[in-house]
């Protein structure tokens, strides 16, 4: 019984804890989407670049 009622109270304590919780309005939420959106494609460019220098550099040396 004793796990019943701990399975129960920790449902009640995250149900209470998720009332306390500031959920993103539509814009914030579109905002922050597209800042990760750009986030990624800049650092997606950055890593292919550095692949294609270090690339031609170790073909140059070997």
Request: aromatic share 10%.
């Amino acid at each position: 019984m004793n796990l019943i009622n701990k399975t129960i109270q920790f449902f009640r304590e995250a149900y209470h804890e998720l009332t306390k919780v500031i959920w993103l309005g539509r814009k914030e939420a579109i905002g922050t989407t597209i800042v990760v959106v750009l986030f990624v494609i800049i650092m997606s460019i950055f890593v292919s670049l550095v692949d294609l220098i270090l690339g031609r550099i170790m073909g140059i040396i070997l």
